[in-house]
């Protein structure tokens, strides 16, 4: 690898415990970025902490449950404390819910999917906010399956999350700050497991081969409100 591209840079990462976020918290790390990352219990960021490298300051892991208020208002406050200030805020956790039309969601699985991916991580950004640098950067984790019949709160989620991105970035253009919906596509993980059962993982590129772009508007690119991984050209 050449210089580090992130030297400097304070990045917050949710869903580091594994998958895209992990990857993407692992590459930060590399580029020397320093870096909070969150799961829902710390201990399941311990060998993300043994196994992340990289010429700048050590990361440090917090507990974030989206679902919890409180819990959203903690992480928030110790992330800050942490950095002193974001200079990327990468809302990337998630959780994916059944795969099924709306009408056929069990109770109560959609208040959950809905507090997770849309109220929480909402609040976790407004608690953020104060504390991100002028010409930040917001990078949410899209998918194509916004918006898309059978994938219920999932889904809802998504394309609610893509009008927020849209509303965030001309809200946050007068302290120049980025807001970016980025989807990964297709990425081999845990979740992506579970959305296709009968897929062989090995068929679905792995993580590590989406990081490009998230590097990129970490690094200060600004490829507009949305961008597909799989289209990204440095
Ligand atoms: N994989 C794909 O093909 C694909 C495609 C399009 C978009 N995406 C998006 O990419 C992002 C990452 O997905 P992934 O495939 O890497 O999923 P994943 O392997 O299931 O990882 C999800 C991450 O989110 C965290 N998380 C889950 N529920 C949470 C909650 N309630 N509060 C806080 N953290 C929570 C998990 O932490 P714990 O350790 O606490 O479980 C984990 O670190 C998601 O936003 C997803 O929608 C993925």
Request: with cysteine.
């Amino acid at each position: 690898m050449g210089a580090p591209r992130l030297q400097g840079v304070r990045a917050v990462v949710t869903g580091a415990s594994r998958g895209v976020g992990r990857a993407v918290a692992e590459r930060f790390v590399a580029e020397g970025a320093h870096v909070v990352v969150t799961a829902r219990a710390e201990h399941r960021l311990e060998s993300f902490l043994r196994d992340a490298r990289g010429p700048g300051a050590r990361p440090a892991a917090m507990a974030l449950e989206l679902g919890e208020p409180h819990s959203v208002a903690a992480a928030a406050r110790a992330a800050v404390l942490e950095l002193g200030r974001v200079d990327v805020l990468v809302n990337n956790a998630g959780v994916l819910g059944s795969r099924l039309p709306l009408e056929d969601v069990p109770d109560g699985e959609l208040e959950a999917v809905v507090a997770a991916n849309l109220v929480g991580t909402l609040r976790f950004t407004q608690a953020i906010l104060p504390a991100m640098s002028d010409g930040a950067a917001i990078i949410n984790v899209s998918s194509g399956a916004a918006g898309r019949a059978g994938w219920a709160g999932y889904g809802i989620t998504k394309a609610a999350m893509d009008a927020a991105t849209r509303m965030l970035r001309e809200e946050l253009a007068p302290r120049g700050i980025r807001c970016v919906a980025l989807n990964p596509g297709g990425t081999r993980t845990a979740m992506r497991a579970a959305a296709y059962p009968s897929e062989d993982p090995a068929t679905v590129p792995h993580p590590r081969s989406v990081v490009g772009p998230f590097v990129a508007i970490a690094e200060g690119a600004d490829p507009g409100w949305h961008v597909e991984a799989r289209e990204w050209t440095p």
